[in-house]
């Protein structure tokens, strides 16, 4: 072989192999997740947030296994984690997703599926107040009195605080102990007045110290969703790129 080719040869090796490194390196639940990320009931637009969300890393950093009950808090008319944990779950596990009967309406035939046939839907009221700019939830239920895991994906902000304690306790009532309390949002710099432009972020800190008020412990943090283009004074919609987002996970004692 001559030398360039060897040189070439030699150079493509070196490209692949973290490639295959990381793929060797899945775990089985995450095997499972990259499975079902390929399936054709996920949309264009969902794949294409693929990316920015990397299920594949975040759902093994919280800890899920295929054997849990979990609840997903508002998945919305995205739906973009419940496609995915759904079919995860569905031979050992139960998908509890809690949102409006409208937003239920507007899933869609995907729901009749059969890897859906464990994922269960609990209608509660949540109604938007514009003079209040957030969401008023009525009486909070997550169909279930015993869960592993609870997921609050970028909804935290869209509550007061009054109305964040009351999902919080519920949240600690309902869990196991050891259960895990995950919680991810569009980052607000700390003690930086909230405004118009800023609305849809929360400070990490205040989180974390109203998360630990209802009994949680703050068990890690993730940076994977750090994006240091994000300046965190403009609203979320207009972030050209990924926002910077916090990472949370806790533990009920």
Do not use: C
């Amino acid at each position: 072989m001559k030398k360039n080719n060897l040189l070439t040869t030699l150079a493509l090796l070196m490209l692949l192999s973290p490639i295959a490194a990381s793929a060797q390196s899945l775990s089985a639940l995450q095997e499972k997740v990259s499975a079902v990320m390929q399936m054709d009931h996920r949309t264009d637009a969902e794949l294409a947030r693929d990316a920015d969300r990397d299920p594949i890393a975040a759902l093994e950093f919280i800890g899920l296994k295929d054997n849990m009950t979990v609840i997903e808090f508002l998945p919305a008319d995205q739906a973009y984690y419940s496609k995915i944990l759904g079919p995860v779950l569905v031979d050992n596990g139960h998908l509890m997703v809690i949102d409006s009967q409208a937003t239920f309406d507007n899933w869609g035939d995907w729901t009749e599926m059969d890897m859906f046939k464990m994922t269960h839907q609990v209608a509660i009221e949540n109604q938007y107040s514009s003079s209040a700019g957030r969401y008023i939830p009525g009486d909070i239920e997550f169909g279930v009195s015993s869960a592993d895991m609870f997921l609050h994906f970028r909804e935290y902000h869209n509550f007061n605080v009054e109305d964040n304690a009351r999902i919080n306790a519920k949240v600690f009532d309902t869990l196991k102990s050891g259960g895990t309390y995950v919680v991810v949002d569009h980052t607000r710099r700390h003690m930086q007045e909230e405004t118009g432009a800023t609305g849809r972020r929360e400070d990490p800190v205040s989180v974390i110290l109203q998360v630990q008020a209802a009994g949680f412990v703050l068990d890690r943090v993730s940076d994977m969703f750090f994006e240091a283009s994000d300046d965190l004074t403009q609203e979320v919609g207009r972030i050209p790129n990924m926002t910077d987002r916090f990472f949370l996970v806790f533990k009920k004692p």
